[in-house]
């Protein structure tokens, strides 16, 4: 089946840094990539849609040059979290389809982001 | 706007017994794709069942199957025989426009033994 793989799976790191979130389609070409937020016993948010080659469309309330999303291949899209603080501290989980319609989506493990 | 509806923040249910989830959602797309996510506590997103708007027989997936009823817009799952595996968090959802998911609030589970 399609695999989608998230690194890191954890990071803690002190406020201030930039963090970088990698999502990779292992055996298929992900054309487009979804970035969702998940605060503690709350739902998944739609924080942006990556599509390859393209600008990133973004969530209304969802700040573009906070949370930087890059899709530079088939295979590989990025969130960059710059100048993380504590409140930027959640789970960050992808998803990446190919094609549109009835294309199931595959997501990835999640990364828990911690902001010291 | 889509949305998606779930009303029971927790359910529980005895081992090997059956319980219902509901979920009620809300969208103006002629046709569209309803999901059942499982969440267990290591966070992963499992996809449990999935529903075509325009199939009218309900899918089943071994012991998981869905009550789709189009007209009132309801999406429930049921869950027979239920195993401990089973408890997790339950998200309804369906395809948004640019093909992401809209999540509801999700339904936790509990499974008695």
């Known amino acids: 089946g399609a695999v989608v793989s998230q690194h890191p799976s954890w990071v803690i790191c002190k406020s201030g840094t930039s963090v970088k979130i990698e999502c990779r389609s292992l055996?298929?070409?992900?054309?487009?990539m979804f970035w969702y937020r998940q605060f503690p016993k709350q739902s998944l948010m739609l924080m942006a849609t990556?599509?390859?080659?393209?600008?990133?469309?973004?969530e209304q309330g969802v700040e573009k040059d906070k949370f930087l999303i890059n899709h530079a291949s088939l295979t590989l899209s990025t969130l960059t979290v710059t100048s993380a603080h504590p409140e930027d501290s959640s789970f960050y989980i992808c998803?990446?389809?190919?094609?549109?319609?009835?294309?199931?989506?595959?997501f990835g493990d999640g990364t828990r982001l911690s902001i010291l | 706007a889509q949305t998606v509806t779930q009303s029971q923040p927790e359910m529980s249910v005895q081992e090997a017994e059956t319980v219902t989830l509901s979920c009620t959602y809300d969208?103006?797309?002629?046709?569209?794709?309803l999901f059942w996510y499982k969440q267990p506590p290591s966070r992963q997103m499992i996809l449990v069942i999935r529903?075509?708007?325009?199939?009218?027989q309900n899918a089943t997936e071994n012991r998981f199957s869905v009550n789709f009823q189009k007209a009132a817009k309801s999406f429930s799952l049921k869950i027979s025989d239920s195993q401990l595996g089973d408890a997790a968090m339950y998200f309804c959802?369906?395809?948004?426009?640019?093909?992401?998911?809209?999540f509801g609030k999700g339904t936790k589970l509990s499974v008695k033994p």
């Open positions: 969208t103006s797309e002629s046709d569209y794709y």
């Open positions: 990556s599509n390859e080659g393209s600008k990133a469309t973004y």
């Open positions: 998803s990446a389809s190919h094609g549109q319609g009835f294309q199931p989506q595959h």
């Open positions: 529903q075509e708007a325009y199939k009218q």
């Open positions: 055996d298929f070409q992900a054309t487009t």
């Open positions: 959802a369906s395809r948004g426009s640019q093909g992401n998911l809209i």
